[in-house]
């Protein structure tokens, strides 16, 4: 089974006061779009649809080293930030998972989830393509899953970012696809 695993689609990554210099707040209603799109059509194909909301301490003892040293505070548990997007469309069907770094994997229920679902193969979407797509699907690989990437549902905060983690990852640890060609893959493997 394939499982659509979407990561970090949250408040604060879309707010340009704190990402001033992100290309991802620009690109909330594109990816929106794409994202409710594959997410209806890998519910229509009976795939499982998990969606992680990164999140902190208020107090940033679980935060990253980064965010400690600098002060930085963004997705802290409990404000409107690390919540999903609201024009998501999240149904009660779905998982929602939480993390506290990079990859959806690292201290996480994911794995176990996988297992019980009988998950073999994952499509990632989300932000940043550089870094927590990135981690997840080399976390992913590592745990031999084959992975998939939706082109349409992806962002980083610069385009240099983005196709320097497409060019890392594409035909290596895994496949960029778009959302149509995703929708030809499962039609073909209804057949």
Known sequence: M????????????FDAGLWPKSEIPAARTRLVENTNALAATCRAAGMPVLWFRQEFRADLSDAFPHMRKNGLRYTIAGTPGCELLAELHVTSTDHVLLK???SGFYQTTLEAELQRLDVHSVILAGITTAWCVRCTAADAYQRDLEVMIAADCVAAFTGQAH?????AMDGYIATFLSNEELAMLFDRAKT
């Open 2 to 13: 394939t499982a659509l695993i979407i990561l970090d689609m949250l408040e604060d990554f």
């Open 163 to 167: 196709r320097e983690a497409v060019a």
């Open 100 to 102: 506290s770094r990079f």
